[in-house]
T-cell receptor, first 113, second 114 residues
């Protein structure tokens, strides 16, 4: 199957700082990627759709100025959590699809202290 | 409204028992896709199956089987002869009109005891 990677796998940052998470499709090109957030023992919630070469589309209730998404190439999308706060601590997962089903990255666990 | 309901929050079974995970979905679209994913403790989602709304055939893959019934809007997942390695959280997901924007259920945590 298709492979999607994320970096870093986990990150700890101090409140007020920004952190960038990368999502790469390793063996296919993806004009669209998706970012999800998963709080402990909860379901995945779609945050935004990352579109190569254009602005991301955010789901209702997601602050676009806080979660900056850049999809600069057909294999890379980045999510930057700006001015992170403890409530942003979560498991962030990206996904992409060569066709049909989505393939998910391994996730990035963000802890804001 | 589009929604996926997994009413079973947690299930515990003893190894070799069969177990069925329920999934009920809501959508007004006539074209949609249903999925099951496994999330082991490592966190990475593992794709199990994709089914489109026009294909109601049941599917069997090894110890896994799926029962899709449009009449009851259900897409249930059965593991036969469960094993400890099956312990994970299982998510059912809905994609309407092939938008790739998945709506996930709340997941069912399966614990298989040795």
């Amino acid at each position: 199957g298709a492979v999607v990677s994320q970096h870093p796998s986990w990150v700890i940052c101090k409140s007020g700082t920004s952190v960038k998470i990368e999502c790469r499709s390793l063996d296919f090109q993806a004009t669209t990627m998706f970012w999800y957030r998963q709080f402990p023992k909860q379901s995945l919630m779609l945050m935004a759709t990352s579109n190569e070469g254009s602005k991301a589309t955010y789901e209702q209730g997601v602050e676009k100025d806080k979660f900056l998404i850049n999809h600069a190439s057909l294999t890379l999308s980045t999510l930057t959590v700006t001015s992170a706060h403890p409530e942003d601590s979560s498991f962030y997962i990206c996904s992409a699809s060569p066709s049909g089903e989505q393939y998910f990255g391994p996730g990035t666990r963000l802890t804001v202290t | 409204a589009q929604k996926v309901t997994q009413a079973q929050t947690e299930i515990s079974v003893v190894e070799k028992e069969d177990v069925t995970l329920d999934c009920v979905y809501e959508t007004r679209d006539t074209t949609y896709y249903l999925f099951w994913y496994k999330q082991p403790p490592s966190g990475e989602l593992v794709f199990l199956i994709r089914r489109n709304s026009f294909d109601e055939q049941n599917e069997i893959s090894g110890r896994y089987s799926w029962n899709f019934q449009k009449s009851t809007s259900s897409f249930n997942f059965t593991i036969t002869a469960s094993q400890v390695v099956d312990s994970a959280v299982y998510f059912c997901a809905l994609d309407t009109s092939g938008t790739y924007k998945y709506i996930f259920g709340t997941g069912t945590r399966l614990k298989v005891l040795a």
